[in-house]
């Protein structure tokens, strides 16, 4: 007997969308030369402020994906690009802030999402807090 259960798609007003064309990952190599280049981006770790404050990649924000709210409309335009990262694979708070930057509808959103072990991994600099 077929079932006339069709199966729907349920959305909630979740702060992670599913990523979208607009949304892409990229490596280490890429944002290194992004930043070598200055280019015009946003870094931001979205880890925990403790976590940033033992040790960052240079020019990254410290704003934790859950502290990361609207009003960075009021900070950035829309046409900003963002690079979100955090510790590593296993990591979701990388993920999490981009999704959110994509709710509050930045388009130009890329997620490092190896993260900051990936990025001492490749010998890169990294800012540490003294002590």
């Known amino acids: 007997m077929a079932s006339s259960f069709t199966s729907a798609h349920i ?7 599913p990523r979208r064309e607009s949304m892409r990952r990229i490596e280490g190599d890429e944002l290194r030369k ?17 976590a940033y404050d033992k040790e960052h990649i240079p020019g990254a924000l410290s704003i934790p994906s859950d502290h990361l709210g609207r009003d960075i409309s009021k900070s950035y335009g829309k046409e ?52």
């Not at 909630?12 to 969308?17: A, E, L, Y």
């Not at 070598?36 to 870094?43: E, Y």
Request: glycine letters at 6%.
């Open 11 to 17: 959305w909630f007003d979740s702060p992670v969308r």
């Open 34 to 50: 992004m930043i070598d280049d200055k280019s015009q981006i946003v870094i931001i770790d979205a880890r925990g402020h403790e």
């Open 80 to 131: 900003t690009t963002f690079v979100t990262y955090c510790t590593d694979l296993e990591c979701t708070a990388s993920s999490i802030a981009a999704g959110k930057l994509e709710k509050y509808g930045y388009a130009n959103v890329l997620e490092y999402k190896a993260g900051i072990e990936d990025w001492k991994a490749r010998g890169y600099p990294t800012v540490k807090k003294a002590r």
